[in-house]
């Protein structure tokens, strides 16, 4: 494939802010059709992005003939069906993450990838990132020593309109499990987890404890994790999402046995390295579009000028440690 002409199915936030404008960043890449089942939507996302057409009925969008490659931007619990369907009609996907609501849709994704030969590449962006790309750096040139343990903390506030009260069919479907896959912590702790397999290798245990210590919604607000990587490495986590604004914090500290390690997930706080030469900060701006440098490597896999490894099979572990964490299975 020489050109690769996009199809969108779905056109959420994500596609304005955070992908969308990359698809048509990147050499030979265009967008050429999108779908929402929104016809209003779907209108009007097309003409404020010119593109040329736009439906809303999945299929048709990707039996299109000039849509080669298909990008999956639903709710997780979707992500399998939309995949499957495309990959199907032999064309590659791009899904958003986490891959699916499930570990076990995780699965038939990449059986149907296994049978059909289409790639399916997974939005965890943060790996191609220049902030994550120089932790990894800091961490196998032996700054800190050999890693010791891994901790993940995360809090934040409840949003202001769910204290004020909410309808459960008004909710963001991020706090809706039949789509989501659980609450928060299914949206927002992937690309954690994602990272740490990254620098650390497939977590091969996990167990995990929840709770509803609020009651705004269904699903948990908070959790505490741990976990282990097959390189023996044992990490921890806790995540709340009801907290005060005063317990704020957005942060992953890598102890080693000749210093520390801190970064951040979410806000791109500035790098630091405790040792006992002293205390390093190091700040690392991300591009304009967060998902350009993913995007364009998986452009340039389909090219055959590169080799993604963002995919389906890399993702699935993510969805394993979430799922165990959360007692699914």
């Known amino acids: 494939m020489k050109i690769i002409n996009w199809g969108f199915i779905g056109c959420g936030d994500v596609t304005e802010r955070k992908s969308g404008p990359a698809f048509n960043e990147v050499s ?3 967008i050429v059709a999108v779908m929402s089942r929104s016809e209003q ?11 040329e057409r736009y439906y809303t009925d999945a299929q048709k ?7 080669n490659a298909v ?9 399998a069906t939309f995949a499957i369907m495309a990959m199907k009609a032999g064309k590659p996907v791009y899904v958003e993450k986490p891959l699916a609501s499930s570990y076990d849709d995780c699965v038939r994704i990449n059986r149907v990838a296994e049978e059909t030969g289409m790639p399916c590449f997974v939005a965890y962006y943060r790996r191609c990132l220049p902030y994550f790309i120089k932790v ?13 343990t891994v901790q993940v903390r995360f809090s934040e506030p409840a949003h202001a309109s769910l204290l004020n009260g909410t309808e459960r069919n008004a909710l963001p479907w991020r706090l809706q499990p039949d789509i989501a896959g659980g609450g928060l912590f299914y949206d927002l702790a992937p690309h954690q987890l994602d990272l740490l397999q990254q620098y650390f290798g497939v977590i091969v245990e996990a167990r995990g404890f929840k709770d509803n210590r609020k009651g705004l919604y269904e699903p948990e607000d908070t959790v505490s994790a741990c976990f282990r990587f097959e390189t023996g490495l044992t990490g921890s986590g806790s995540w709340c999402f009801v907290a005060h604004e005063s317990a704020r914090e957005d942060r992953i500290e890598i102890i080693g046995d000749e210093g520390l390690l801190s970064f951040s997930v979410f806000d791109y706080a500035p790098i630091v390295v405790h040792t ?20 364009r490597n998986v452009v340039e896999h389909l090219q055959g000028l590169a080799v993604c490894e963002c995919t389906s099979i890399s993702a699935t572990p993510v969805n394993w440690a979430l799922d165990r964490i959360l007692g699914k299975f």
């Open 28 to 30: 030979n890449s265009h």
């Open 41 to 51: 939507r779907a209108r009007s996302y097309a003409e404020r992005h010119h593109i």
């Open 276 to 295: 006992s030469s002293g205390t390093q900060t190091i700040a690392v701006p991300n591009p304009p579009y967060v998902q350009l440098p993913l995007i």
């Open 61 to 67: 969008l990707i039996d299109d003939p000039e849509v």
């Open 136 to 148: 990894k750096e800091l961490i196998d040139s032996g700054v800190i020593g050999k890693p010791i």
């Open 71 to 79: 990008y999956v931007a639903t709710p997780p619990s979707s992500h």
